[in-house]
């Protein structure tokens, strides 16, 4: 069957998008069909501003709505104490734990040579600047436990190890069993991290 035009391009924008598939974005334009005209285009209008005032922190590279995003610009963050994650989402959950109260420095990506992206195709030399200026006191390695988020970690830990700034303590989240799971499920990885970061009890 031959759907209208319109219908069929905004399924092909929707099949764009990460974890849409065809049955999805289908779900979604039939869906639509069915929304008032009014909300349509406040929808519209918002896909629309998304871009017009959504810019990258030229600080952290955090999404903001200005130059400097509300956590670098916040006086009561603690300012010895950065975080380095890939993504803006991964700053947004741990910002929902409440646990962590300094600066984040987000490097949008992974290094993936099979993908042809190294260290400057993302926010990772731009971190020495903000190093060496001699406030951050703790550096936190928050990539991934994938291959790509490991590579980036090690590429870090060289780089700062070559700075050779004796203040700077490095670590790394500590990376095992989420809370709840059952041990027999887990990998051989996640064990062998679980058992290297055991605490005290």
Known sequence: MKL?????KVIEQFEKLPGIGPKSAQRLGFYLLHVPETELEKMGTAFIELKKNTVLCKL??????????????????D????????????LLAIEKSDNF?????????AISPLNNIGPEQLFLLD???????GNIHELILATNST?????????LKKMINDLEI??????RI????????????ADETTLSRALAGRGEY
């Open 60 to 77: 952290c590279h955090n999404v903001s709505e200005a130059d400097v995003c509300l956590i670098c610009s916040d006086e009561q963050r």
């Open 101 to 109: 109260k300094g600066l984040y420095h987000v490097l949008h990506g």
């Open 147 to 155: 291959m790509e988020g490991e590579a980036t970690a090690m590429f």
């Open 174 to 185: 500590g990376l095992g069993l989420p809370a709840g799971a059952d041990i027999e499920y």
């Open 127 to 133: 971190l020495k600047d903000r190093i060496t200026s």
């Open 166 to 171: 004796t203040s700077l303590r490095v670590s």
């Open 79 to 90: 300012k010895t104490v950065m975080c380095v994650v890939e993504q803006p989402m991964d």
């Open 4 to 8: 209208p035009a319109g219908l069929q």
